[in-house]
């Protein structure tokens, strides 16, 4: 089992980079593979959700497995 502070730590850590993913990614995904900056910011929005909810089932298992 694991330490509450270690588990707060982390989860700060992935909401945070679940945050930045998209602020980046939108615009980078726009300009380099050329597509609409709506669909780039759906994109970058739909895989900023899956690293959340991917980081946040790590950091469960970590500390409750």
Do not use: D, K, Q, T
């Not at 909401?15 to 980078?28: D, G, K, R, T």
């Not at 609409?36 to 980081?55: F, K, S």
């Amino acid at each position: 089992r694991g330490h509450v502070a270690f588990a707060a730590f982390h989860v700060v850590f992935v909401l945070a980079c679940s945050v930045h993913v998209p602020i980046e990614l939108a615009p980078a995904a726009a300009a380099w593979l050329r597509v609409p900056a709506r669909a780039a910011h759906a994109a970058a929005n739909a895989l900023a959700w899956l690293l959340a909810a991917l980081g946040l089932v790590a950091v469960y298992a970590m500390v409750a497995g």
